[in-house]
Nanobody, 119 residues
């Protein structure tokens, strides 16, 4: 089992920056991929960015060049640095951790943190 706690959301003006944090506890050594997803009102949850245990990263096209995902293994924490924020980035952001592969994989989710981009 893995527990995830997000922090760092809030209200920011367009063009501003925020950094989200996701602290993991429990069976953290089993995590092979961590990621951030977001869900805006009336829309499905979508992938924002992922990072593997080997530090390979993947980003949604909509955030490439603006967002950066990183991890601090010593702190069992994954970060999402968000720059040049746009109103369309407004959503609840969820941290995700994956253990196992294929049929044996499990996904764990945090409780979500609200990000609002508005003037």
């Amino acid at each position: 089992q893995v527990q995830l706690v997000e922090s760092g959301g809030g209200l920011v003006r367009p063009g501003g920056s925020l950094r989200l944090s996701c602290a993991a506890s429990g069976s953290t050594l089993a995590i092979n991929t961590s990621g951030w997803y977001r869900q805006a009102p009336g829309r499905e949850r979508e992938l924002v960015a992922t990072i593997t245990s080997g530090a390979f990263t993947n980003y949604a096209d909509s955030v490439k060049g603006r967002f950066t995902i990183s991890r601090d293994n010593a702190k069992n924490t994954v970060y999402l640095q968000m720059n040049s924020l746009k109103p369309e980035d407004t959503a609840v952001y969820y941290c995700n951790a994956k253990t196992g592969w294929g049929r044996g994989e499990s996904h764990y989710w945090g409780q979500g943190t609200q990000v609002t981009v508005s003037s």
